[in-house]
């Protein structure tokens, strides 16, 4: 298990990110199924990384990121998207 690390999302993860989001395998397990377009993932993903509700990782297997886990705080409770 060493080769894996869970580091913060950043500004840089911002293409990763996008896409991975407009994969097509990936947009059959997401919340919302619709096409995502990069300004939309602009706003979304700068509002997640500055959101102090919000806890954004990088998932990395010998430095190669492969997924994402997030945790959205509301109420007390915290939201997992993965």
Known sequence: MN???LR????GDLM???NWAINKQIREFSFNTNDILF????LWFKSKIYDSKCFFY???HKMEAIGMIRFDLKDGI???SY
């Open 3 to 5: 080769d894996l690390d």
């Open 8 to 11: 913060n999302a950043n500004d």
């Open 16 to 18: 990763l990110t996008y």
């Open 39 to 42: 300004d939309e993932h602009l």
């Open 58 to 60: 990088i998932l990395e």
């Open 78 to 80: 915290a939201i997992i």
